[in-house]
């Protein structure tokens, strides 16, 4: 299974970027997306995540600023990040919560992360 994110870069303070993440070859349906981050030196923490039916939960951080969206059938994933903030720079990764029909059911895929840089 591949777990792939695009979209992270350098940007100003103020500014938005469109992070997304394409699944493949998982012979599961999907039960949750979602985007975590970590920073230098800090836990990898829940950013946004989504159920397939389309549930939403935020960090407190990023309510108003960042907007999560996925296509379950395309097992695809997009997060909208507006207004950026210095605080915000981190790596940014996928993970995929399968809805299992068969085995071996692993608990998630996750995506090798991108970059995002906020400069002040």
């Known amino acids: 299974v591949q777990v792939v994110e695009s979209g992270g870069g350098l940007v100003q303070a103020g500014s938005s970027l469109r992070l997304s993440c394409a699944a493949s070859?998982?012979?599961?349906?999907?039960?949750?997306m979602g985007w975590f981050r970590q920073a230098p030196g800090k836990q990898r923490e829940l950013v946004a995540e989504?159920?397939?039916?389309?549930?939403?939960q935020y960090a407190d951080s990023v309510k108003g600023r960042f907007t999560i969206s996925i296509d379950k059938i395309k097992q695809t994933t997009q997060l909208q990040m507006n207004n950026l903030k210095p605080d915000d720079t981190a790596v940014y990764y996928c993970?995929?919560?399968?809805?299992?029909?068969?085995?071996?059911?692993?608990?998630?895929?996750w995506g090798q992360g991108t970059q995002v840089t906020v400069s002040s």
């Open positions: 993970k995929l919560d399968p809805r299992c029909s068969t085995s071996p059911c692993p608990l998630a895929y």
């Open positions: 070859g998982s012979p599961h349906s999907v039960n949750r």
């Open positions: 989504s159920s397939a039916e389309g549930t939403t």
